[in-house]
T-cell receptor, first 114, second 109 residues
């Protein structure tokens, strides 16, 4: 595998379910990101990790819980979601946070909350 | 507040040229990025501008004017595979990316 991978690609869950999204990067990067992408809206940055430490939490509801066990893996744990949480969830990585780096994106998880 | 504006949708003809504009107001500036995103796929990096002027990369060029808070992406010799959304993003003084909502480009034969 190369680049940034995400699983699952599609997920349908009820509002009472608990599920997790997984992201893995094979680029040796130190920073990883979770974004939410809704139709016709800008990418919303949810969480940023640098060297496994969370450095950004943009007022995301507690029903979204990130986990970064090592610099290659990032999880987003989901519980008691709302229908408005249906969106494409993108993971990205970059070499670091202290300079201008491009971000490399995974293909995303299309989440539908019923 | 921080803001990135770009048109929601544009239509162009195969073989033609199209220019996608992006204007921005951000807290500081550490460069402007353009990404391409095909439907159902990951955004992929196209270009980066930090100095004023035009950067050319094959059929794609990107222009920046920092004094005007303005950039454009120019696509030449359009091909059907160029149908995608084009995302403009500015890196602010905290090295955080501020994203536009994207421009959906439709190419017609």
């Amino acid at each position: 595998e190369t680049g940034v991978t995400q699983t699952p690609r599609h997920l349908v869950m009820g509002m009472t379910n608990k599920k997790s999204l997984k992201c893995e990067q094979h680029l040796g990067h130190n920073a990883m990101y979770w974004y939410k992408q809704s139709a016709k809206k800008p990418l919303e940055l949810m969480f940023v990790y640098s060297l496994e430490e969370r450095v950004e939490n943009n007022s995301v509801p507690s029903r979204f819980s990130p986990e970064c066990p090592n610099s290659s893996h990032l999880f987003l744990h989901l519980h008691t979601l709302q229908p408005e949480d249906s969106a494409l969830y993108l993971c990205a990585s970059s070499p670091g946070l202290d300079r201008t780096y491009e971000q490399y994106f995974g293909p995303g998880t299309r989440l539908t909350v019923t | 507040g921080q803001n990135i504006d770009q048109p929601t949708e544009m239509t162009a003809t195969e073989g033609a040229i199209v220019q996608i504009n992006c204007t921005y107001q951000t807290s500081g500036f550490n460069g402007l990025f353009w990404y391409q995103q095909h439907a159902g796929e990951a955004p992929t990096f196209l270009s980066y501008n930090v100095l004023d002027g035009l950067e050319e990369k094959g059929r794609f060029s990107s222009f920046l004017s920092r004094s005007k808070g303005y950039s454009y992406l120019l696509l030449k010799e359009l091909q059907m595979k160029d149908s995608a959304s084009y995302l403009c993003a500015v890196m602010d003084s905290n090295y955080q990316l501020i994203w536009g909502a994207g421009t959906k480009l439709i190419i017609k034969p």
